[in-house]
């Protein structure tokens, strides 16, 4: 098949992109696919072009432009198959805020929450008290992320999500430790669970770092605690309207109780990415895990 493979872009995750999709470059290659690797940040212009003169895309952009759903409208514009979600499902899971009320309304477990479009008074305090997290309303890979356990604090992390042009939001602390786990099609696969060993939370440089953390595959927790992290992850990618694959983000509390973070669209994908290594133990090996996601994209460009 011939695949366009976009990637890169403009986001401040621009370089895990592109890491990511040189890997599944090669391993699509290895499979007998024909591959154009295209970076979004110098070929935005004939995006639309370059789509009609493939089989099919598969999209590793992080943030803006590509977990927005503007790439996939566009793709469509053209009729050009992709993997993952459409448009409005992707629009609403990487607006955070927007996701969480659509959780709520749905009976999902989710923290209380705050969105500052702007910087607060000097006297603003969250209503659910100190420390909190805050960061990045449509942020990810933990970018523009801090903990604050006083307005002084919250000010630096507040400072560096605002440069960025970003919104903020602002969330309680929840003590426990994170899970995760992605849907493929409609079945969710084997939970994750993630021991941060550089820090004490899942920062950037857990996730990124050689040994930042590590991650338990499938996560060794109850049975009873693994079904409801699954059953969880599905009826949030159903709530959101999403389709092909999605990752579900957890706190998992002492008592076992469950809060869901976030639900990512275009989850990492390498090898020994947090999806990739669900596969595995659902037995599908990192190209396996690629050509299912185009299976599904194509069965879902057949179904529009």
Same mark, same amino acid.
């Given at each position: 098949?011939?695949?366009?493979?976009?990637?890169?872009?403009?986001?401040?995750?621009?370089?895990?992109?592109?890491?990511?999709?040189?890997?599944?470059?090669?391993?699509?290659?290895?499979?007998?696919?024909?591959?154009?690797?295209?970076?979004?940040?110098?070929?935005?212009?004939?995006?639309?072009?370059?789509?009609?003169?493939?089989?099919?895309?598969?999209?590793?952009?992080?943030?803006?432009?590509?977990?927005?759903?503007?790439?996939?409208?566009?793709?469509?514009?053209?009729?050009?198959?992709?993997?993952?979600?459409?448009?409005?499902?992707?629009?609403?899971?990487?607006?955070?805020? $927007? @996701?969480?009320?659509?959780?709520? +309304?749905? %009976?999902?477990?989710? !923290? &209380?929450?705050? /969105?500052? =479009?702007?910087?607060?008074?000097?006297?603003?305090?969250?209503?659910?008290?100190?420390?909190?997290?805050?960061?990045?309303?449509?942020?990810?890979?933990?970018?523009?992320?801090?903990?604050?356990?006083?307005?002084?604090?919250?000010?630096?992390?507040?400072?560096?999500?605002?440069?960025?042009?970003?919104?903020?939001?602002?969330?309680?602390?929840?003590?426990?430790?994170?899970?995760?786990?992605?849907?493929?099609?409609?079945?969710?696969?084997?939970?994750?669970?993630?021991?941060?060993?550089?820090?004490?939370?899942?920062?950037?440089?857990?996730?990124?770092?050689?040994?930042?953390?590590?991650?338990?595959?499938?996560?060794?927790?109850?049975?009873?605690?693994?079904?409801?992290?699954?059953?969880?992850?599905? $009826? @949030?990618?159903?709530?959101?309207? +999403?389709? %092909?694959?999605?990752? !579900? &983000?957890?706190? /998992?509390? =002492?008592?076992?109780?469950?809060?869901?973070?976030?639900?990512?669209?275009?989850?990492?994908?390498?090898?020994?990415?947090?999806?990739?290594?669900?596969?595995?133990?659902?037995?599908?090996?990192?190209?396996?895990?690629?050509?299912?996601?185009?299976?599904?994209?194509?069965?879902?460009?057949?179904?529009?």
């Amino acid at each position: 098949m011939k695949i366009l493979l976009i990637a890169g872009g403009w986001s401040s995750e621009r370089e895990i992109s592109l890491v990511g999709a040189r890997g599944m470059q090669a391993a699509l290659e290895q499979r007998g696919h024909s591959v154009t690797f295209f970076d979004l940040l110098d070929g935005f212009d004939t995006l639309l072009q370059t789509a009609q003169q493939h089989d099919f895309a598969l999209i590793n952009l992080h943030g803006a432009p590509g977990e927005d759903g503007l790439v996939q409208a566009m793709l469509e514009r053209v009729n050009c198959p992709y993997q993952g979600s459409g448009p409005a499902g992707s629009f609403l899971a990487l607006n955070k805020a $927007a @996701a969480k009320q659509i959780f709520r +309304l749905a %009976g999902l477990p989710t !923290a &209380d929450w705050v /969105l500052l =479009p702007r910087r607060p008074a000097p006297d603003w305090t969250p209503p659910f008290g100190w420390p909190v997290f805050a960061k990045s309303n449509t942020g990810g890979s933990s970018l523009h992320l801090g903990r604050a356990a006083s307005r002084a604090e919250l000010e630096p992390v507040l400072d560096e999500i605002f440069a960025a042009g970003e919104c903020a939001i602002i969330e309680p602390q929840l003590t426990g430790q994170e899970v995760t786990c992605g849907i493929l099609g409609s079945t969710a696969l084997a939970p994750i669970l993630i021991q941060p060993v550089a820090g004490d939370f899942f920062d950037f440089t857990s996730k990124y770092a050689k040994g930042g953390a590590r991650e338990l595959c499938p996560a060794p927790l109850p049975e009873a605690v693994t079904a409801e992290v699954q059953r969880i992850a599905l $009826a @949030a990618h159903k709530a959101l309207g +999403l389709d %092909g694959y999605s990752r !579900a &983000d957890f706190i /998992l509390g =002492p008592d076992n109780s469950l809060h869901l973070l976030e639900v990512n669209t275009l989850p990492g994908m390498t090898p020994t990415s947090l999806v990739p290594q669900e596969a595995a133990v659902a037995g599908l090996d990192f190209g396996q895990l690629l050509e299912r996601l185009m299976e599904l994209g194509l069965q879902r460009h057949a179904a529009r």
